[in-house]
Structures are given as structure tokens and as C-alpha cells.
């Protein structure tokens, strides 16, 4: 199985509101990604989590803050987000043997910042 | 740095047409290489890999790629497309910087398929 899962699907929030993105694995993987998605873009790289550990920020703006409670879940935090963050946000997920380089990508959730 | 380039924004072929897809990369080592499918509002699905070994590879949905490293290219076809095809596809080099490891995607090829 192969499947990263990702909530909500959509979400439309205010530039006040707070809300949360979920990212959910059980490969055992001990990689996690967050990833920026513009329309007719490629994924831009916001957030890696190696064994639960913040391992690169890709100079995200404060107003994104990743959290990992463990290694199958991966939540991105959005306070007072601008319409410009308005995107598909993609979850990854990897292998850490040499072996397993690959990425495997949930399915996106569709931010609309108002 | 690394970068990925794949020279054709937009690609049209007629159903039933072979396709190709170009990416070339810029990598020191050999490098680990990847195509990725996106349907609109969907996320990306792998269709092949390569690591090592034999440089044609095969993937899933008909779709092949040959690793040349004296072209520094990684191109994707397929002998025969199908409507269900049209989507953007994505080349990426897998590399680990400061221990940990991450993806240089290209621009996308978007591919349209005429009946």
C-alpha cells in the first residue's frame, strides 16, 4: 500500500481564521513533505520531517507552522493566511533506506484564502 | 546547482500517437530520476523510476523512459496514447543536501490529446 491521505480536500478560511491541515501515512515511513502547488506550477518544497524532526524550512512564512506528532501524521498549521497562499497543498511521504527514494504524494488539499 | 528542464510547456498529440516527452537534468553523480502524473486538483502519482541498472525502464499505464547520460536526458514515451492521458507530467531529480533529501522538479509538460 502506497497511499498518503490528506484532509480536508477542500477548505475556504478568511485571512483571520485559524485552521489545520491533515497528512496521514502508514507506510512506516520517516520522511514527511509539504509542498506548495500553484496552478500550472511545479510542487514547491515548504517543510521535510525526518524522523520527526524538522529538517528543512524552506523560508516558509511564519504564518505556516508544520507540526509532527508522530511518524505516521503530519499536520500544517495556517494562521492569517493572504489570498496569495491561496494553492493545492501536497503531502509526501518517503522511505529512509537508500532504496526507497521516492516520493509518494497524497492527493492535495485546495486552500482559498477570501 | 541541480535543475531540471523539460523544454515543451505544452504538448498535442492525436489519440492513438506515439509520444515523447523531453527532461534533461544538471547532476554531479548519478542521479536518481523520476516522472510524475497530475490530473487536475489531484496529486501526483509516480509512473516510473530510475536508479541504476538497466536504462530503459518501464512504468505503469504504457509509459516507458531510457536513461542516456550522455545526454543527460530522461525521456518519457509512450507507442500509443490514449485520451485519459491529457494531464501535466513532471520530471524530477532526487538529491539529499545537508543530509536530507528532497526533489528538483521541472516545469511540467502539459499534454493535450485530440480525439
Known amino acids: 500500500d502506497t497511499e498518503v491521505t490528506q484532509t480536508p480536500k477542500h477548505l475556504v478560511m478568511g485571512m483571520t481564521n485559524k485552521k489545520s491541515l491533515k497528512c496521514e501515512q502508514h507506510m512506516g515511513h520517516r520522511a514527511m513533505y509539504w509542498y506548495k502547488q500553484k496552478a500550472k506550477k511545479p510542487p514547491e518544497l515548504m517543510f521535510v520531517y525526518s524522523y520527526e524532526k524538522l529538517s528543512i524550512n524552506e523560508s516558509v512564512p511564519s504564518r505556516f507552522s508544520p507540526e509532527c506528532p508522530n511518524s505516521s501524521l503530519l499536520n500544517l498549521h495556517l494562521h492569517a493566511l493572504q489570498p496569495e497562499d491561496s494553492a493545492l497543498y501536497l503531502c509526501a511521504s518517503k522511505g529512509l533506506a537508500a532504496s526507497t527514494d521516492t516520493q509518494y504524494f497524497g492527493p492535495g488539499t485546495r486552500l482559498t484564502v477570501l | 546547482a541541480q535543475s531540471v528542464t523539460q523544454p515543451d510547456i505544452h504538448i498535442t498529440v492525436s489519440e492513438g500517437a506515439s509520444l515523447e516527452l523531453r527532461c534533461n537534468y544538471s547532476?554531479?553523480?548519478?542521479?536518481?530520476l523520476f516522472w510524475y502524473v497530475q490530473s487536475p486538483g489531484q496529486g501526483l502519482q509516480l509512473l516510473l523510476k530510475y536508479f541504476s541498472g538497466d536504462t530503459l525502464v518501464q512504468g505503469i499505464k504504457g509509459f516507458e523512459a531510457e536513461f542516456k547520460r550522455s545526454q543527460s536526458s530522461f525521456n518519457l514515451r509512450k507507442p500509443s496514447v490514449h485520451w485519459s492521458d491529457a494531464a501535466e507530467y513532471f520530471c524530477a531529480v532526487g538529491e539529499t543536501t545537508s543530509g536530507t533529501y528532497k526533489y528538483i522538479f521541472g516545469t511540467g509538460t502539459r499534454l493535450k490529446v485530440l480525439a
Open positions: 547532476y554531479g553523480a548519478t542521479p536518481y
